[in-house]
């Protein structure tokens, strides 16, 4: 719970069901008009000082920006939800985000679990038929040294389960499922998943519970992570000696994210675009007017799109 505070698009942890819902619910932001030094120099002091926060925010909040990166994971990621509608005892299939860090998952991902949770709430209402607060995304991101009783606390917490103080990591988990089936959660994200305590025996125990998690909750279980593959998460390195490893792995589709190369001419062009949505989006008077003209565009480079993914 929140304790009754107004939660604000830009204090969002996305830990808890009410931010979540707020970002995945508010507003997109607008841009500032960009003024020239005339107009700057005519705002009263007040009017100044509300279009330079204005500014500040919009600044520090300038992405995601809509790479091919992104957009080719947000197609895949449409594509196992959306495989995965079928009744509630078929185990579904899992996904792995796993790639090196600071390529960009954390801030791919949420714009997914943003639109997947708009479109559930279009299409089956705010409230479940047993009259529960419809909530199609549940999404934990893992601190260091998290242990299974942790994940299932953080899940539970997600929630404002109310349990969360006494209880076995059995116990935490039942709560968790009892709160996933009542509020019909349809994705659950695990995000930094690399923080679980992998033990002695390369990954069992973790891929163990997260065996049970895809088998018992009817839900697509994201799993976004650095090294995910390496740890031993999908049985592999482990000579196939343990079939339970090897069954997560088989369940599991794994995505990656490519870095941004310029050495060849698709990357290199596709580096640009990027640069120039960034450009696009600065709000500075006087900035380049080739820049916000978009006359610096090369005839063989699309036109910067629509770039904004949040
Ligand atoms: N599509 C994007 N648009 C704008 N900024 C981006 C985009 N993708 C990544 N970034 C920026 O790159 C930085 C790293 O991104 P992010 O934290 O999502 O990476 P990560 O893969 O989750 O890293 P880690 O493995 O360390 O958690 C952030 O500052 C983020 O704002
Ligand atoms: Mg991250």
């Known amino acids: 719970m929140n304790g009754g505070s107004v939660l604000q698009p830009g204090s969002l942890a996305l830990s808890r069901k009410e931010e979540f819902k707020v970002f995945a619910e508010s507003p997109r932001r607008s841009r500032p008009d960009l003024l020239t030094r005339k107009q700057l120099k005519s705002l009263a002091t007040q009017a100044r000082a509300d279009y330079d926060r204005q500014r500040r925010q919009w600044h520090a909040n300038i992405g995601p920006v809509k790479t091919p990166q ?6 895949d990621l449409w594509d196992i939800v959306d495989s995965n509608e079928q009744d509630g005892d078929k185990a ?3 996904v792995a985000v796993d790639a090196f860090p ?3 998952k954390t801030t791919s991902v949420p714009p997914f679990a943003r639109d997947f949770h708009q479109r559930e709430i279009e299409e089956s209402g705010a409230f479940t038929s047993q009259g529960h607060e419809r909530i199609p995304v549940c999404r934990v991101g893992l601190t260091g040294n998290t242990g299974m009783k942790d994940l299932n606390r953080a ?3 997600f929630f404002g389960h109310p349990g969360q103080t006494r209880g076995t990591t059995a116990q935490f988990g039942r709560r968790v499922l009892d709160c996933v089936s009542s509020c019909e959660v349809r994705l659950v994200v695990l995000d930094d998943l690399h923080f679980l305590k992998w033990g002695q025996k390369s990954g069992i125990e973790v891929s163990n519970h997260l065996k049970w ?3 018992e909750f009817p839900v697509t279980l994201l799993m976004v992570g650095v090294e995910l593959a390496k740890k031993g998460l999908f049985g592999e390195g482990t000579n196939g000696r343990d079939t339970a490893l090897a069954q997560t792995g088989r369940r599991t589709t794994r995505f990656g994210l490519r870095p941004f190369t310029i050495d060849t001419e698709a990357g290199r062009r596709e580096w640009r675009q990027m640069l120039l949505a960034l450009e ?5 008077t006087d900035k380049h007017p080739a ?3 978009m006359s610096c565009r090369t005839t063989s480079s699309p036109a910067a799109p629509d770039t904004s993914a949040r």
């Open 92 to 94: 579904k299939g899992a």
């Open 291 to 293: 820049c916000s003209r």
């Open 102 to 104: 600071g390529l960009g």
């Open 155 to 157: 899940m539970m917490e």
């Open 213 to 215: 998690i895809a088998n």
């Open 280 to 284: 696009q989006r600065v709000v500075l």
């Open 70 to 75: 992104l957009t080719e994971l947000h197609e």
